[in-house]
């Protein structure tokens, strides 16, 4: 069966720190992967997509990026982070169609 | 253009009594429509999602949804509440047409259930 894993769980660090959020899924191959972002515990906002290895598409700028170095594998980065950049990061994976997305546990990340 | 509406920020119903959390959307062909559930610190939870076939969809911990084409709506339904079932709830729709597209999710609803 496929499985998501997403770490660390919760993370705490400081303004102008680097970011590297991991999220490996098993058990599928070429999935689309996701990274969301949701604040207050409300609504969910894409940041990125993958439809393959190398293929990242953007959805809103901002101080983050995203890369996906293996078919199985898509990291969550930024060089320098902000405080706005606090929230709960969520992977997700669909293999399209009417399939659903399954999502991870999520990251809770504070910038202090 | 794809959109999910979900009118109420918050539900709340007491123990035993039904719940509804109200989902409506837009799409250009014929929806595929999901219900997820997020309890506090996790991720989303599939409950039920409805692709064709019978209005009625039955789904886990005994929720159910109506898929309402001339009203598009997919309302998440329950006979009977528990307070386990407070929660945070997502509907998300993708359009058939567009099969490469990514979902659209709502919003988001507190379900508070009382005890």
Do not use: M
């Amino acid at each position: 069966s496929q499985t998501i894993h997403q770490w660390p769980a919760t993370l705490v660090q400081p303004v102008g720190s680097p970011l590297s959020l991991e999220c490996t899924v098993e058990g599928t191959s070429n999935p689309n992967l996701y990274w969301y972002r949701q604040a207050a515990g409300r609504g969910l906002q894409l940041l990125f997509y993958s439809v393959g290895i190398g293929q990242i598409s953007s959805e809103v700028p901002q101080n983050l990026s995203a890369s996906r170095p293996q078919d199985r594998q898509f990291i969550l980065s930024s060089k320098k982070l902000l405080l706005s950049d606090s929230g709960f990061y969520l992977c997700a994976w669909g293999p399209g169609g009417f399939y659903g997305y399954t999502f991870g546990s999520g990251t809770r990340l504070t910038v202090v | 253009a794809q959109s999910v509406a979900q009118p109420e920020d918050q539900v709340n119903v007491a123990e035993g009594n039904p719940l509804t959390v109200k989902c409506t959307y837009s799409v250009s062909g014929n929806p595929y429509l999901f219900w997820y559930v997020q309890y506090p610190n996790r991720g989303l939870q599939f409950l039920l999602k409805y692709i064709t076939g019978d209005n009625l969809v039955k789904g886990s911990y005994g929720f159910e949804a109506e898929f309402n084409k001339s009203q598009t709506s997919f309302h998440l339904k329950k006979p009977s509440a528990l307070v386990s079932d407070s929660a945070l709830y997502f509907c998300a729709v993708r359009d058939e047409q567009n099969y490469g597209q990514n979902f659209v999710f709502g919003p988001g609803t507190r379900l508070s259930v009382l005890p």
